[in-house]
């Protein structure tokens, strides 16, 4: 034994400090690999569509309500079901709701409980005791631990009755019946992959990440729309414009000030004052959702869509001066703009500005920031640098979160790999070398992580500038077009110059061949691998699958934002995971107070056998443990470590 292995071996003899110790968790992890792995949910583009989200979370995206069917398919009906489901995914809401109406009876509560229990069971069924233990409220463990595992079958009845009897004389079955409804919430997801896009255009990004913040086990893949908020709260000027212009043209008054504190008086005041006799009509906000807590009339935030979006034009051309190595002058259109005449040249052409009230703008020299603008960019980015509860959630991203991530065979990331027309991987020129592939997504991991963390340090300026890049540069694995075009969209008629081509990759990822090179390159097993992506929105409408390259791809971006529904045809995807097969969760559009929401759900591919912990990254590590407690109990028995 190296004197390595030994310190190794004494660190873990802390935990298992006797030979019965060590035998005991070897016989528990050897359990644990023999069980059926764990169901895995995937999602796509939450844009912050908390209603939405937080329902498909409660339900299971529909598989709560199929378990409900299984077990009582024979003997309940349909309606009561459907109840049932309701009252599994909102218990304290339900309860009260039920209350009110003087419906909650003793024997309501006795059955109630009776087929929680049993639901409970079912989902439950995969998981040790002792990790089911750790999900129940510490007042209630005994309770359920004695409820869901009686062995006596003849005397099971008599032995339900006599506890769910106790806990109605005791008066606590109201809140034994929210436990167990959460607990029931809890167990039917047993690992949450987030493939990006959290925040912006949905009303509260933020609540998103409180919910997901609460959860055992998840992991998120950075979006484009991510990276943007992240580099804001690292002190990018530009995407702290850039975010707060999103938040101005869908209404998210609530999510910057109510969410996070972000105080944008000092914008409204200056956009008041310097567009007072501009009416602003290409800058009315696209309302999907009410604000609550913060309205804002809605032609003050026209004026104040208008003032950042200038700032955020100016602050973007200056950044594209000073890298010229990201190849993107053809995007300094704002440098080029003849505020004289009110036109633009793109293409070849000459273009009319449908709004040519700049006041701000020095036409000697359109990139720099009025004296007005200067002081508001830095009270705003103070305000991103010192939020709270911003850095509480932007901290949580980073280390949950990565540009991708590899987890049982299956390949995750938001946007794409960057290619050329000819199919080989396109490069990024960062800092002055040039990257593709896996190396680029692992230099922008470190890219990323270097920004955040300096973000008070003035040699990591190079990082913080590179985030804005990755939101829309055009060889951006996170972006994954040539160009965003919201100048155009807002300033110009032609419809021509909105469009926003893809990377060859969105047309390359129907061939089974750069799927598996891909795979390959992130060293996965070509013929038991998946891709899994979002950020592309799948028609289904109008034809498009979410399946590509033979089942080796998965879009899963399915519109849960309102903003893509009408082109979509759904209200989003998930992927599940489970140890039977891959399916697919079409979801429907969610109306609040709406009971019924249940999606339709596809098998896009059965396993061959039933997938055991074994045969997971979790079983690997399992094995690796398990490899290390043997040598502790050699250890032990060879008196080369003492017992304590």
Not at 77 to 89: G, N, Q
Not at 236 to 256: E, G, H, K, T
């Amino acid at each position: 034994m190296t004197k390595m292995e030994n310190k190794y071996l004494r660190l873990l003899a802390r935990d298992y400090p006797t030979v019965d110790s060590v035998a005991s968790e070897m016989v528990n992890l050897s359990a644990i690999k023999s069980l059926p792995k764990g169901t895995e949910y995937f999602f796509s583009d939450l844009h912050g569509e908390y209603e939405s989200f937080l329902h498909m979370l409660r339900s299971a995206s529909g598989m709560i309500r199929k378990k409900i069917d299984i077990v009582f398919a024979k003997t309940v009906e349909s309606s009561e079901r459907e109840k049932l489901a309701t009252l599994i995914y909102y218990p304290e809401k339900e309860i009260k709701r039920l209350t009110s109406k003087n419906l909650i009876t003793d024997e309501w509560r006795r059955l109630t409980i009776y087929r929680l229990i049993l639901v409970c069971e079912a989902v439950s069924a995969k998981y040790t005791r002792s990790r089911i233990r750790k999900r129940v409220p510490p007042d209630l463990v005994y309770i359920l631990d004695e409820l869901l595992n009686v062995t006596d079958d003849i005397n099971k009845d008599f032995y339900y009755d006599e506890i769910i009897n106790t806990i109605i004389d005791t008066q606590i079955a109201e809140s034994f019946i929210e436990s167990l409804c959460n607990l029931i919430q809890s167990l039917a997801i047993d690992k949450l992959h987030i493939i990006g896009d959290i925040f912006d255009r949905g009303p509260r990004a933020d609540i998103i990440m409180d919910e997901l913040m609460k959860r055992e086990d998840v992991d998120i893949q950075w979006g484009n729309h991510d990276i943007s908020w992240m580099g804001a709260a690292s002190g990018n000027a530009a995407l702290a414009a850039n975010v707060i212009r999103i938040s101005m043209r869908y209404n998210s008054f609530d999510l910057l000030e109510d969410g996070y504190g972000l105080n944008l008086r000092a914008l409204a005041v200056f956009a008041a004052d310097v567009y007072k006799d501009d009416d602003c009509k290409l800058f009315y906000p696209n309302i999907l959702d009410d604000n609550i807590y913060d309205p804002v009339d809605v032609k003050l935030a026209a004026k104040m869509h208008k003032a950042i979006t200038i700032i955020q034009l100016k602050l973007e051309g200056q950044l594209i001066n000073a890298h010229p190595e990201w190849n993107m002058d053809s995007r300094n259109i704002f440098s080029r703009v003849d505020f004289e005449n009110g036109v633009v040249e793109e293409n070849g052409k000459i273009h009319k500005l449908k709004d040519m009230n700049f006041p701000t703008v020095d036409k000697s020299d359109p990139l720099k920031l009025s004296e007005g603008e200067e002081e508001l960019i830095k009270v705003l980015v103070n305000s991103f640098r010192h939020s709270e509860k911003l850095h509480k959630h932007m901290k949580f991203l980073f280390s949950h979160g990565s540009m991708y991530k590899i987890c049982n065979q299956n390949l995750m990331f938001h946007g794409c790999i960057p290619f050329n027309d000819d199919g080989s991987y396109a490069t990024v020129n960062i800092a002055g070398k040039e990257y593709c592939g896996k190396e680029l997504l692992d230099t922008i991991d470190l890219m990323v992580d270097k920004a955040y963390f300096g973000r008070h340090n003035r040699n990591e300026s190079y990082e913080r500038d590179f985030m804005w890049y990755l939101w829309c540069g055009s060889v951006s694995p996170l972006y994954g077009k040539d160009k965003m075009a919201f100048f155009e969209r807002i300033f110009l008629e032609d419809d021509e110059l909105h469009k926003e081509h893809y990377n060859p990759y969105y047309t390359l990822y129907e061939s089974p061949d750069i799927c598996s090179t891909i795979l390959n390159t992130f060293g996965i097993d070509e013929k038991k691998g998946h891709i899994i992506n979002g950020h592309v929105p799948v028609k289904i409408k109008d034809g498009e699958s979410p399946v590509k390259a033979d089942g080796k791809l998965f879009v899963i971006d399915g519109g849960i934002s309102k903003a893509y529904q009408s082109s979509t045809g759904i209200a989003g995807y998930t992927l599940i995971y489970d140890s039977h097969s891959l399916s697919l969760a079409e979801h429907k559009p969610f109306v609040s107070g709406q009971s019924e929401h249940t999606p339709e759900v596809h098998i896009v591919e059965k396993m061959e056998s039933r997938v055991n912990v074994a045969d997971t990254d979790r079983g690997k590590e399992i094995s690796e443990k398990i490899s290390d407690l043997r040598e502790l109990l050699e250890a032990y028995r060879n008196g080369i470590i003492k017992e304590r």
